[in-house]
Structures are given as structure tokens and as C-alpha cells.
């Protein structure tokens, strides 16, 4: 898979949200032993603490979202 490929199949309304007035200062990809494709974006600016905000808002969400996957409601 190409990286062109990868950016078409992440979620782009999550990093849309998570770098909504702060751009990253440096983006970097990876592919791991297998095949797969880390995108790596840092952020190294006053706006910094927002985007650490934002992270911890959906990782409270996917908490939610798997504590209801795991009881059955979705």
C-alpha cells in the first residue's frame, strides 16, 4: 500500500479535529515489518495543549465506544 493510498483510508474527520488550527510542525510516515503504515505528526507549539485536549476527548470516547461494543448496545 502507498502512503497516498493510507491517507485515503484514515479517518480524516478525527486528524481534521485533532489539527483544526494547529498544524503539526513535522510529519513523518513509517511502514512497520508488516506492511503497515504509521502516520507521525509532531506538534511543538503553543497551541500544543489544545491538541493534547482534543486526544484525550476521543480517547475518552473509544472508551465509551468499546465499553458499549463489549455489553452488546451497538
Do not use: C
Not at 480524516?12 to 503497515?36: A, H, I, M, W
Not at 489544545?50 to 448496545?73: P, Q
Request: net charge negative; no cysteine.
Amino acid at each position: 500500500m502507498t502512503i497516498g493510498e493510507h491517507e485515503r483510508l484514515i479517518y480524516p474527520s478525527v486528524f481534521t479535529y485533532l489539527t483544526r488550527n494547529n498544524k503539526p510542525t513535522r510529519q513523518e510516515y513509517y511502514r512497520t515489518d508488516n506492511g503497515e503504515v504509521w502516520e507521525i505528526s509532531h506538534f511543538e507549539n503553543e497551541k500544543s495543549e489544545e491538541f493534547g485536549k482534543r486526544m484525550d476527548a476521543l480517547e475518552y470516547l473509544s472508551n465509551k465506544l468499546d465499553l458499549a461494543e463489549a455489553f452488546g448496545v451497538l
